[in-house]
């Protein structure tokens, strides 16, 4: 501010005077006076405004995630050590391929504990059965009878929850089936993948000790997918779910679904998020990829100027939009920025042409900076 009063009070004193609102009796508080003279000595040029057409954004940085109810991890149900590893991050999979092989002596209790339940079921099923019939004779007190049927309930419940721990640790129904006729026990499961995807990442190896729930895979399904787009907050308000979203150099097209209802402090920028089906093939979740936001239907234009172009005053950018005798500041809406160029957003009729260089000197004037 300081270096700034000191280049405009070397300006007056080699004779040049812009006239700022405070200086200027009858100039609007948006309007800056300013004579030919003395734009040529203070570097003051103007460029038309560029067209873009109904687009909110060319080129938004936005990144290629999975779905949240999208991913599942996979663990380990028990304790042991993992004998095998079958698939690796990037491999396609079945729901119900064999993922990794997993060694547990707790397996083995845990199918002793339900052979035993099966046994004490089937022996409570068959007193049950008999003292029925010795009930229906008259042989026995009723009292009897309902002693043994509510022994019968018991064990058959307590056969019930073995059986819901072993399929809680991954043995299928057959498996389990087969324990019970043949009564042969495995001290190693596998465990398999739970839904038809990808695998996105491998979190254990081969000979690892492992706790109970400790994750071996990520797996995911791929469709479709998210894209999390960083819109400029000042451009954010005018996005609504449902406006269309692409992804150009992969020909990926979608929908908007969110808009976040903070801001990055840090970047200054909102995230915007839309679901991709069309060409989601194309992309890999992680994936950084530059998004275009259609304009949510509006027939309106944005417009192309340099960056220079642009001030900020109080965290709102304006552009000096020339007028006869001066400029105006005009305040606009930044879309993107791209290079040493701005898409802005704003009431334009196509032909205004906008301050350049000299920006800062016509700041300056405006905001009163220099004035005694």
Do not use: H
């Not at 599942?72 to 119900?96: F, N």
């Not at 005018?238 to 992804?247: E, H, N, T, Y």
Request: hydrophobic share 45%.
């Amino acid at each position: 501010m300081k270096k700034m009063k000191r280049t405009l009070l070397a300006v007056c004193c080699a004779g040049v005077v812009v006239g700022g609102p405070a200086l200027a009796q009858g100039v609007a508080a948006d309007q800056i006076r300013v004579s030919a003279g003395q734009i040529r000595a203070l570097g003051i040029e103007s460029a038309p405004l560029v067209a873009e057409g109904a687009v909110r954004g060319s080129g938004m940085p936005a990144r290629v995630v999975v779905p949240n109810n999208q991913i599942q991890v996979v663990s380990a149900p028990l304790a042991g050590v993992i004998q095998m590893m079958a698939v690796a991050p990037s491999d396609p999979v079945r729901k119900g391929r064999i993922l990794a092989r997993l060694q547990s002596p707790m397996l083995v209790e845990a199918q002793r504990d339900y052979l035993q339940a099966a046994i004490q079921a089937r022996l409570a099923e068959e007193n049950l059965k008999r003292d029925e019939q010795l009930f229906k004779e008259g042989i026995i007190a009723k009292g009897r009878y309902l002693a043994t049927r509510s022994g019968y309930a018991q064990a058959a419940a307590a056969l019930s929850e073995r059986r819901q721990a072993l399929r809680l640790y991954g043995m299928s129904e057959g498996a389990i089936g087969r324990l019970r006729s043949a009564r042969g026990m495995s001290t190693t499961l596998d465990i398999v993948s739970p839904l038809d995807g990808v695998v996105l990442e491998q979190m254990a190896s081969v000979g690892q000790r492992t706790e109970a729930s400790t994750p071996l895979y990520k797996v995911a399904r791929l469709d479709p997918l998210w894209i999390e787009i960083q819109v400029p907050a000042s451009a954010a308000g005018g996005i609504a779910p449902g406006a269309a979203v692409s992804v150009p150099a992969f020909g990926a097209d979608g929908k908007v679904l969110s808009v976040a209802g903070d801001v990055n402090p840090a970047a200054q920028t909102v995230t915007v998020r839309a679901s991709v089906r069309q060409g989601r093939r194309m992309l890999r979740p992680g994936q950084y990829v530059e998004a275009v936001l259609a304009g949510g239907g509006s027939s309106a234009k944005q417009w192309r100027a340099p960056l220079a172009a642009v001030v900020w005053q109080q965290a709102r950018p304006y552009v000096f939009v020339e007028i006869p005798g001066g400029f105006r500041a005009q305040p606009v809406t930044v879309l993107s920025e791209s290079g040493d160029s701005v898409l802005i957003d704003g009431p334009f009729r196509g032909s205004e042409r906008v301050a350049v260089s000299g920006v800062a000197a016509l700041k300056a004037a405006w905001t009163g900076i220099g004035e005694e």
